[in-house]
């Protein structure tokens, strides 16, 4: 009975004073959102860590495994740095909680098979840094999941075979850096090497492996070689196989390629070509269609035109009032305007084979009204007389300076076009130049105004 009346304060005192929970352990140096407890000597996390942290730095000490729920509390951890440590091991759930990770450094460490559960629930994480371990595998459903990730490093381990098939199209969508060079791989399963998205293929770094010399991967690095992926660029010498296994007769096979003289190399399906410049004439108000034609030919393509007065035009942004883009890349503008002309550049992008093809249209947009400065002079004098009459009009309707200097009403062509009528590509034909004709004096009327504009603000 005494013992637990004189417990009753204690309880009281931890309710009212709990352990405060923004500690900073006594071997770690704690800022505003950055923990270090850099080379302290640590063998496992500590417990209390200031849950606001968004960097957490525990490398260059001596822990040799993570257990479940290291990081409970930290749920708005970032970025984790746990390099140079002995780690072999983690346990399942080790990142529970810790799902705001983007940046995870396992490099240096002693982890030698890298489990499925490793990284579960990392969904936002962009960088997974296992380079200089002793990996020898990596289990199928490890990147699974993982769908945010930019760069994965597992170069300098062990590693002979890696499970490709578990990135797929649409598995990885940013994956462009995927580092497997200075391992133990001797063959790789090329099908599905070949089957990676384009993006993951660029950004693919084989160098300094265990190849045995043959044509299907003399093939593979052939072709990345032939649309200059950085990965072989950079990295020209250390691109070797060996033609018996023996690592003593290993050739540079991107420099020396006369073993492979025998190989029947695949024929690239298509190569980036821009194909020959056209010229497209359309009158003004008339819609026109751009086509995107190129050597690519997959039924997946994705299109971009680069449009001298409205910028980048892909299927999301393109506006829908003034043009279209249909699935074959077409580009139709409902009603060309004198400003619309220029040089129209249409990208068409294989994602999947990362091949693009461009095609180029030099538009020009003819004024109506431009013929008739030549041939219809009357016209033109008729013109200027409904002119004069309109600013006879205008001079003689009370009225103050302020009022002229208002903006000029918008100028708006295009209605007397009747765009109902209107043909894909300009035509010449008769009943379209009568049909011009009949409108040219509504749609000259227009520029007039516009140039007269000035002058009036002068006068007054
Ligand atoms: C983990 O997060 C969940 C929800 O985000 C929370 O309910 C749970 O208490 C957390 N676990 C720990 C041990 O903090
Ligand atoms: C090649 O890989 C081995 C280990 O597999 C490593 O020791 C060596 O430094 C690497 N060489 C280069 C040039 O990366
Ligand atoms: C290539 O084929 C020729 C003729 O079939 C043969 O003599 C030669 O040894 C082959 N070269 C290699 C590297 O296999
Ligand atoms: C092109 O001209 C139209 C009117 O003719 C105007 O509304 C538009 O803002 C102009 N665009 C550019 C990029 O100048
Ligand atoms: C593209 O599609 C549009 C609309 O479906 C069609 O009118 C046009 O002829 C097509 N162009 C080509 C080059 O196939
Ligand atoms: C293709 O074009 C897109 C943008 O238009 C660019 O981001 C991409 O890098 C290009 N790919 C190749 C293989 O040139
Ligand atoms: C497009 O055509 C116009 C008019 O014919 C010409 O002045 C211009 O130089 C051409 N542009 C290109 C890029 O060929």
Redesign the pocket.
């Known amino acids: 009975m005494i013992a637990r009346i004189n417990h009753v304060p204690l309880v009281v005192l931890l309710c009212l004073f709990p352990p405060t929970k923004e500690t900073c352990p006594s071997m770690c140096l704690c800022t505003s959102d950055t923990v270090s407890c850099s080379a302290s000597g640590l063998t496992k996390i500590p417990k209390l860590l200031p849950s606001i942290s968004i960097t957490l730095d525990v490398s260059h000490n001596q822990m040799s495994w993570l257990g479940p729920g290291s990081f409970n509390r930290m749920s708005r951890l970032e970025n984790l740095w746990m390099a140079h440590n002995q780690i072999n091991n983690l346990a399942n759930g080790a990142f529970q909680n810790a799902s705001s990770l983007r940046y995870l450094d396992l490099s240096s460490n002693k982890l030698q098979k890298v489990e499925q559960h490793y990284f579960e629930g990392l969904w936002r994480l962009e960088e997974l840094i296992l380079f200089n371990n002793k990996i020898t595998q990596v289990e199928a459903g490890t990147l699974t999941g993982l769908s945010s990730l930019k760069k994965a490093y597992f170069s300098l381990n062990l590693i002979t075979q890696f499970p490709f098939f578990s990135i797929q199209d649409r598995s990885h969508p940013f994956l462009s850096m995927l580092d497997l060079s200075s391992n133990l791989i001797t063959r790789l399963p090329w099908q599905d090497v070949k089957a990676l998205p384009g993006l993951v293929q660029r950004g693919l770094y084989l160098h300094n492996n265990s190849f045995i010399c043959d044509c299907s991967m003399y093939s593979m690095f052939w072709h990345w070689d032939l649309r200059g992926y950085d990965s072989l660029r950079d990295f020209t010498d250390e691109h070797t196989c060996s033609i018996s296994g023996e690592p003593r007769d290993s050739i540079r096979f991107l420099r020396y390629t006369r073993f492979f003289n025998n190989c029947t190399v695949e024929r690239p399906v298509s190569l980036p070509v821009t194909v020959l410049?056209s010229?497209v004439l359309v009158s003004e108000g008339k819609s026109v269609r751009l086509d995107c034609q190129t050597s690519l030919s997959s039924a997946n393509l994705s299109f971009t035109w680069l449009s001298p007065s409205q910028g980048y035009i892909t299927q999301s942004n393109v506006d829908e009032t003034l043009m279209s883009l249909f699935a074959n890349g077409t580009l139709e503008i409902q009603a060309a305007k004198v400003n619309d002309?220029?040089?129209y550049v249409c990208t068409a992008e294989d994602i999947k084979e990362a091949l693009n093809a461009t095609r180029?249209i030099?538009v020009?947009v003819l004024l109506p009204e431009v013929e008739s400065y030549s041939t219809g002079y009357t016209t033109l004098l008729g013109c200027v007389v409904t002119m004069v009459l309109i600013l006879i009009y205008l001079y003689l309707t009370p009225c103050r300076c302020s009022c002229c200097k208002q903006p000029n009403p918008p100028v708006v062509p295009i209605a007397t076009y009747e765009p109902a009528n209107s043909m894909p590509i300009f035509s010449a034909s008769t009943a379209d130049r009568e049909k011009s004709y009949m409108n040219k004096h509504v749609a000259f009327m227009q520029p007039m105004l516009s140039e007269e504009g000035p002058e009036w603000t002068q006068e007054s």
Do not use: F, V
């Open positions: 410049l010229k002309s220029g040089l180029e030099n020009t």
